[in-house]
């Protein structure tokens, strides 16, 4: 994928279905740190871009240092926009600062692994189970086009969800 945007559409999917069991935020996190190295390898001129990180073994340490690091800056980024929300009159966008265990393990387990996977569905250099076998059996399962087209079809299903139940529950507070 061409970096994190067309990983997040799954992430607002499972937000939609996992509400406040799942951190989009940590989700996001996650998915810009599994980038980091193919980032490094773009810069430097690297042939192979998707290494250690992009197998599940690395994905479990890249959501393990999320969850460690990332989840405070979470909480800085959650802050920063419920200062902005208040500023613009968008009270009702306000959400809470901290993300509890669990939201924060799903967001960044589900963020690092659906990473891995979606990523091998498309890159001929991605060794997804990486030590224990070497090759991606997964590398053009679907059309490259479809698959981004799925992220994005999962991306506006998951706000619209979002979004209506944001709605429902304004409706349910007013009445």
């Not at 067309?6 to 996190?29: I, N």
């Not at 500023?87 to 901290?98: E, F, I, Q």
Request: charged share 10%; glycine share 10%; hydrophobic share 55%.
């Amino acid at each position: 994928m061409p970096f994190t945007p067309f990983h997040l559409g799954p992430g607002l999917a499972l937000k939609a279905v996992g509400g406040r069991h799942f951190s989009l935020t940590m989700f996001g996190v996650t998915q810009v740190a599994m980038d980091v190295e193919p980032l490094v390898h773009m810069l430097r001129g690297d042939s192979i871009l998707h290494g250690i990180t992009h197998s599940y073994a690395g994905a479990t340490v890249i959501a393990l240092a999320a969850l460690s690091l990332g989840r405070p800056f979470c909480w800085m980024a959650l802050a920063y926009w419920n200062r902005i929300a208040s500023l613009r009159w968008l009270n009702g966008l306000r959400v809470s600062t901290r993300i509890g265990w669990i939201p924060a393990l799903t967001g960044a387990f589900l963020g690092a692994y659906s990473h891995v996977f979606l990523d091998s569905l498309m890159h001929a250099d991605m060794r997804p189970w990486w030590p224990f076998a070497a090759g991606n059996g997964l590398l053009d399962a679907i059309p490259v086009g479809w698959l981004h087209l799925l992220c994005l079809g999962l991306g506006v299903m998951g706000a619209m969800v979002l979004v209506a139940v944001f709605v429902w529950n304004k409706i349910a507070i007013e009445t």
